[in-house]
T-cell receptor
Framework: ETGVTQSPTHLIKTRGQQVTLRCSSQSGHNTVSWYQQALGQGPQFIFQYYREEENGRGNFPPRFSGLQFPNYSSELNVNALELDDSALYLC???????????FGSGTRLTVV | GQNIDQPTEMTATEGAIVQINCTYQTSGFNGLFWYQQHAGEAPTFLSYNVLDGLEEKGRFSSFLSRSKGYSYLLLKELQMKDSASYLCAVRDLEGGSYIPTFGRGTSLIVHP
């Protein structure tokens, strides 16, 4: 139990659909980052939110978007799903400087 | 951007010592993390180095040389439960935010 909860744990979607993944933290950290981890790869940074504002983004297209709420929970939305979007999606909470990261157990997304 | 290299896979014997290397190239280095990730689970924090030298924490130690762009994670008295992926991540100043960027990970297999 890491104190960071992600839901759902597993999800199967069809190509072209949209998906929303959720992340919440017991710690009240004001920064949340989202990562995509393909099988056998390291986590790839998608974006980071600090106090409800996006303050960093990796090399992902605009169909990957997010929200952070006043209670610091967060959502990752992916539109127009593609087969290559199949991966483990991790959220991590911590401080603004990337220290003290605590990861959730992830959501395993399969696109068919 | 960053370039992070670590071996894809290593094997070792229970009770032995193993060293996992990580080399990196980055423009705004501000620290290096090591994480452990068991299959299907969240990455868990092992160590953080920002200054040159060796940091020891029980059976695990981490070393950093900033001038060489090099780090290693040393695992002593290996146990079967140490079989996992070990992720090297560099903390870099990217657009005003310190975002950890991960390598592909090294899959360590410990056998009896």
């Amino acid at each position: 139990e890491t104190g960071v909860t992600q839901s759902p744990t597993h999800l199967i979607k069809t190509r072209g659909q949209q998906v929303t993944l959720r992340c919440s933290s017991q710690s009240g950290h004001n920064t949340v980052s989202w990562y995509q981890q393909a099988l056998g790869q390291g986590p790839q940074f998608i974006f980071q939110y600090y106090r409800e504002e996006e303050n960093g983004r990796g090399n992902f297209p605009p169909r990957f978007s997010g929200l952070q709420f006043p209670n610091y929970s967060s959502e990752l939305n992916v539109n127009a799903l593609e087969l290559d979007d199949s991966a483990l999606y991790l959220c991590a909470t911590g401080d603004r400087d990337g220290l003290g990261y605590t990861f959730g157990s992830g959501t395993r997304l399969t696109v068919v | 951007g960053q370039n992070i290299d670590q071996p894809t896979e290593m094997t070792a014997t229970e009770g032995a010592i193993v060293q996992i290397n990580c080399t990196y190239q980055t423009s705004g280095f501000n620290g290096l993390f090591w994480y452990q990730q068991h299959a299907g689970e969240a990455p868990t924090f092992l160590s953080y180095n920002v200054l040159d030298g060796l940091e020891e924490k029980g059976r695990f130690s981490s070393f950093l040389s900033r001038s060489k762009g090099y780090s290693y994670l040393l695992l002593k008295e290996l146990q079967m439960k140490d079989s996992a992926s070990y992720l090297c991540a560099v903390r870099d100043l990217e657009g005003g935010s310190y975002i950890p960027t991960f390598g592909r990970g090294t899959s360590l297999i410990v056998h009896p």
